[in-house]
């Protein structure tokens, strides 16, 4: 079990965990298969540490190297080259239950050694490693590091230290890997923060610039040269949590280059001055649109840019972002960049992918996800004819766990086939035998037919539907034969005339 697998496990009753996931241990043969067909050159997949030695420190799982050997076999017979992450927030939980992993120093020799056994094993054939994802963001979350100290500077002492010790853990993989790995080529990958100032104020511009470089420039910074930038350092001091450090680590540290940098881009922030008061010292933290884009007294605090719209997962659009980050990152290191997440350009690259489906003679489908289920499906409706697709699949109620589910009702993808013409199809949730579950509506709540009613005013005129059940209860056919009655129940009764 990993630190993820712990925090998961936690909000089981209302989202998915990591039980299952996207199941590629399972199906890892059909999806690189899939892979190949859509002419991918590159797949970049994490190692899981708790796979390769289950209690962080310890005996070496054969098995799990057997499982990354025919993976990695698999994507070079199919011209594929494997992109390995080593850490991808999951922590062994074994180290958290010994010393609070990245609390102590030991953790990071721990991740050397793990990183080494990787590099042994599966360095004749990949040839491009991430050590940690994000560690500047992760840095960030609580849950993540295993943070749960209640008193504010004791935490913040702590986050340093911790921060330090993943410093070292890089230094430490990127000279195993140098070492180990004949024209092996690794570095970081960092979240990649772009901010605007939200006036022309000074000390916005200040604002903005201060806000980069303590989310993800201080950490570029770090790997690159091998020692705080000054401004970092000063903070660290100002706030008395500068690290506990080794004299032999500055070496180390400066000893260690990487070979590139890959980002993950997903949105741009816009901040203003801040100002420190008696109340609020100069660097306490305080949480802003979220604990990741936190506001700091007498630096900055993040406000909504009412130039960009933004997506359904909440980052603000913005392509022009992502061209001021990459020339900013290469004139700042000159090292190659690597893109290796982005949400941020999703519509527009849903749109090239509608066009190129149709031109084809594709029917394609979208799905999202929002609680907010009228805005979800007057938004999903636009977003369709937007782009250009087919159908829309809405799940407007997602925060259940149940025994089994079937999909039941009309298949938009069969309807096409028939001649029909463009579909937009809804999900609708039923959680309990023989009781519809009530579905989010604004402020208040409507009951199962209601929203079915409020889809079919708005244009729904076909559905994907998705009975969560549980044995005991009305039997699928007969729960499908119900539903079906209501629908044709609310096409008479809505219908003109």
């Known amino acids: 079990m990993t630190v993820a697998d712990y925090n998961s496990f936690k909000r089981s009753d209302r989202q998915a965990d990591s039980r299952v996931a996207s199941d590629f241990y399972h199906h890892w043969e059909s999806d690189i298969a899939l892979m190949k067909e859509l002419g991918l050159k590159a797949y970049r997949f994490s190692v899981a540490w708790a796979r390769i030695i289950p209690d962080g420190d310890g005996a070496v799982n054969p098995e799990g190297l057997a499982f990354y050997n025919k993976v990695i076999d698999r994507l070079l017979e199919n011209d594929i080259i494997p992109f390995v992450t080593l850490y991808h927030f999951d922590l062994p939980w074994a180290l958290v239950e010994k010393y609070n992993g990245w609390a102590d120093r030991r953790c990071a020799f ?5 990183a080494r056994v990787c590099f ?18 992760m840095m960030r979350v ?8 209640p008193d504010p500077v004791k935490k913040e002492k702590l986050r340093a230290q911790m921060d330090y010790h993943m410093f070292l853990a890089h230094a430490l993989s990127v000279k195993a890997c140098h070492e180990l790995v004949e024209g ?20 916005d511009v200040w604002a903005a610039r201060m806000n980069n470089q303590f989310k993800t420039d201080y950490c570029l910074d770090m790997h690159y040269n091998g020692e705080y930038p000054g401004y970092y350092m000063a903070y660290l001091r100002e706030q008395d949590m500068v690290p506990a450090m080794e004299p032999e680590d500055a070496a180390l540290l400066k000893s260690a280059k990487m070979d590139f940098i890959a980002l993950n881009y997903y949105r741009t922030l816009t901040a203003r001055a801040f100002p420190a008061d008696e109340k609020h010292p100069k660097g306490t933290r305080v949480e802003g649109f979220n604990e990741v884009d936190y506001d700091m007294y007498g630096y900055w605090k ?3 840019n009412t130039n960009l719209a933004a997506s359904e997962y909440g980052a603000q659009i913005d392509p022009v972002g992502l061209r001021i980050v990459l020339n900013e990152y290469w004139n700042r290191y000159h090292l190659p960049l690597i893109i290796t997440e982005t949400e941020a350009l999703f519509e527009a690259g849903a749109r090239q992918l509608a066009e190129r489906a149709a031109a084809a003679g594709v029917q394609l489908g979208f799905e999202t996800m929002e609680n907010d289920f009228m805005n979800t499906v007057e938004k999903g ?20 766990t149940t025994n089994g589910c079937l999909p039941l009702g009309l298949d938009p993808a069969e309807d096409l086939r028939r001649g029909g013409d463009a579909v937009t199809a809804l999900h609708l949730k039923e959680t309990a035998p023989g009781v519809f579950r009530e579905l989010p509506y604004g402020s208040g709540h409507v ?51």
């Open 110 to 114: 721990a991740f050397e050694r793990y």
């Open 120 to 137: 042994a094993a599966f360095g004749d054939r990949v040839k491009y490693w991430q050590v940690h994802n994000e560690q500047n963001l």
């Open 142 to 149: 609580d849950e993540r590091m295993n943070i749960t100290e």
């Open 184 to 203: 092996g080529r690794i570095g970081c990958a960092v979240s990649s923060t772009v901010t605007y100032p939200m006036s022309n104020k000074p000390e």
């Open 302 to 304: 993040i406000e909504k």
């Open 381 to 400: 409706l636009a977003w369709v004819r937007r782009i250009g697709s087919n159908w829309l699949k809405l799940y407007p109620d997602i925060g259940n």
């Open 447 to 497: 009951d199962f037919e209601a929203a079915v009613r409020a889809a079919w005013q708005i244009g729904v005129r076909r559905y994907v539907t998705e009975f969560w059940y549980k044995p005991g209860g009305e039997s699928p056919r007969e729960v499908c034969a119900r539903f079906r009655g209501l629908l044709n129940r609310v096409a008479r009764e809505e219908a003109p005339g």
